[in-house]
């Protein structure tokens, strides 16, 4: 797909959606998508690492990895592990800008902002992951947990697959074993603190290595917003007909859209992100109303539960392909000896 | 501490559904802008200064079929009880730039102004809550003020949820304490402009929370058109 989009690319794909239909085929069916509904998701976890996911949403394409390590805890915070997330987007992958007068990588760095912004929210501001898990001892040592996400390609939709992909390596990952070893016991004259010394089991073999605390698990949709109308009528009329609400834009649909919502729930019905920020598109942005986004948000109650069940199969199938694959079953305590 | 007595009434003597004191002024700095303003929501204090349409400064912000918004938010160290350096690439601030600039794009007729710059600089004086709806409702009266052609005043209020009661318009300690909700509206409509919730609330109290921002963006709306209109027939007078 080419960068730039011309009038007449941009006149057909709003007469489309005008007419019901979305350009882009859900390759399941065949048809054209229904404007609530997300393209094909493949998620892909590693045989031999903890932590790596490779997801795709049709042809967007991203990769997380997740690494730990000990460290120091802040300071302010001394019971509590450290969680960052980086997201990165190679140079050779051209986001679609919305205004191609403005400078490309003011947009971009805002885009990317964007991204990191709404994938903390969701993530480690709502403690999906239980941070004060990955306490070892408190205010000298903790686990860190570094969550790299890997734009591979863009076909719009980041936030959403960015996401899914998080949310599944933290179920998938696991980090080795630690034993504390107390100075005290061994020299009980010492005058020194209680400072301990820790054995790190990192060999699966001996020790099983511990899954994460996940705590609840967040789900982000964004819909891309059109408006078919003027600005005047949108300011001023109530007129629903002239808004179209897009699930799981694809590139084209996002570089073209009016506006976009990111809304983050979990299965507890629990609203954990909602951004309305304005599109800033070349329309200039389209209002919502208040009632229309609270029908959106119950609506939406049925995506979040598919997607938080398929997350949780694709877990669950990967693990019992790898207790089966590496014979785990051997270890049981009540095993055919 | 208790924030909402069984009595109903707040931590601050206010009841469930009043906003603070809200004290607005326009043209504060005639001299140094175009327009300006300053808006005290509370012990929220933020101060707005609008420069444009002037020509922009570098040529990748000039766009040939509209105007280019440019919001600088400052944070004074001060503006909080203990004093924090605040650097200008914050990714918080960063993106707060972002949501305004955004916002106001939708709201001021910007293809009436091609090729020109509007730069909006705005200034956190004092922090008590509600610090991104304090600088919405500053921002509009500064560019009514620098006389920017605007399709209706956007006012905004924040809003949170204790237990399950509606609070509207929370300071610091509520909002440390309870989900919040900032929703930016558009005139007297129901049309939200910007809309942000960073913690979580359930689904089933959306509504409830939402109706009541609405409202009270409503009122602030009242009272800002208020000050205009006073500051207008001050100055029709000074002109015969």
């Not at chain 1, 050779?92 to 990191?116: G, R």
């Not at chain 1, 942005?285 to 069940?309: P, Y």
């Not at chain 2, 209706?152 to 300071?171: A, E």
């Not at chain 2, 979580?200 to 602030?220: C, N, Y």
Request: charged share 25%; aromatic share 4%.
């Amino acid at each position: 797909m080419s960068k730039e989009l011309s009038l007449n690319q941009k006149n057909y794909l709003i007469q489309a959606l005008k007419s019901n239909i979305r350009l882009s085929t859900s390759t399941n069916t065949g048809g054209s998508r229904k404007f609530n509904q997300f393209r094909p998701i493949d998620i892909k976890l590693s045989n031999t690492r903890y932590g790596s996911v490779e997801l795709s949403l049709g042809k967007t394409k991203v990769m997380v990895n997740i690494t730990s390590r000990i460290t120091e805890p802040y300071q302010d915070r001394p019971f509590e592990g450290i969680m960052t997330i980086n997201c990165e987007i190679p140079n050779h992958i051209k986001l679609q800008s919305n205004d191609t007068t403005n400078n490309n990588n003011d947009n971009e760095d805002e885009f990317i902002n964007l991204i990191n912004r709404a994938l903390d929210r969701a993530i480690r501001r709502s403690n999906a992951v239980d941070l004060e898990n990955l306490c070892i001892i408190a205010g000298e040592k903790v686990w860190e947990l570094i969550i790299d996400l890997q734009v591979l390609n863009y076909d719009g939709n980041l936030i959403d697959s960015g996401c899914l992909a998080i949310i599944t390596a933290l179920l998938d990952f696991k980090k080795p074993d630690v034993t504390i070893n107390n100075n005290n016991t061994s020299n009980s004259s010492s005058t020194s603190g209680g400072g301990g010394n820790i054995i790190v089991h990192d060999d699966e073999m001996k020790r099983p290595f511990i899954e994460l605390s996940i705590l609840h698990i967040p789900i982000c949709l964004t819909f891309s917003l059109f408006n078919l109308g003027s600005k005047e009528t949108n300011l001023k009329t109530n007129d629903i007909d002239q808004e179209i609400w897009l699930l799981d834009g694809d590139a084209m649909e996002e570089s073209c859209r009016d506006g976009y919502l990111i809304m983050t729930m979990n299965q507890n019905h629990e609203l954990i992100q909602l951004s309305k920020i304005g599109g800033g598109g070349n329309n200039g942005g389209v209002s919502i109303d208040g009632q229309q986004l609270i029908n959106l948000c119950h609506e939406s109650i049925d995506e979040i539960n598919r997607l938080t069940n398929l997350v949780k199969s694709t877990v669950k199938n990967h693990q019992l392909n790898r207790y089966n694959n590496e014979n785990y079953k051997l270890l049981e305590s009540s095993a055919d000896r | 501490m208790e924030l909402y007595s069984p009595e109903g009434l707040r931590i601050d003597g206010r009841r469930w559904n009043e906003l603070r004191r809200f004290e607005c002024r326009i043209n504060t700095h005639p001299n140094s802008s175009d327009g300006s303003s300053y808006v005290e929501q509370g012990n929220t204090k933020v101060m707005c200064t609008v420069q444009g349409p002037i020509e922009p400064a570098l040529r990748s912000q000039q766009h040939s079929e509209r105007a280019n918004i440019e919001v600088n938010l400052n944070i004074a160290s001060f503006s909080t009880f203990e004093r924090k350096k605040r650097s200008r690439n914050e990714r918080r601030l960063v993106e707060l730039k972002t949501t305004l600039e955004k916002t106001f794009e939708e709201s001021v007729m910007i293809n009436l102004y091609p090729r020109t710059n509007i730069v909006i600089n705005v200034q956190v004086l004092c922090q008590d809550g509600g610090m991104l709806a304090a600088v919405i409702n500053s921002i509009t009266l500064a560019l009514i003020d620098a006389g920017i052609s605007m399709y209706d005043y956007v006012s905004g209020v924040s809003c949170g949820l204790y237990d399950q009661t509606p609070l509207l318009d929370v300071n610091n300690l509520e909002e440390h304490d309870m989900s919040c909700l900032t929703v930016g509206v558009i005139g007297k409509s129901e049309k939200l402009a910007l809309m942000l919730l960073e913690d979580k609330m359930p689904l089933d109290r959306l509504e409830s929370v939402l109706s009541i921002g609405i409202a009270g963006s409503h009122k602030i709306r009242e009272l800002m058109d208020q000050e205009v209109r006073k500051h207008g027939i001050i100055r029709a007078s000074k002109m015969q």
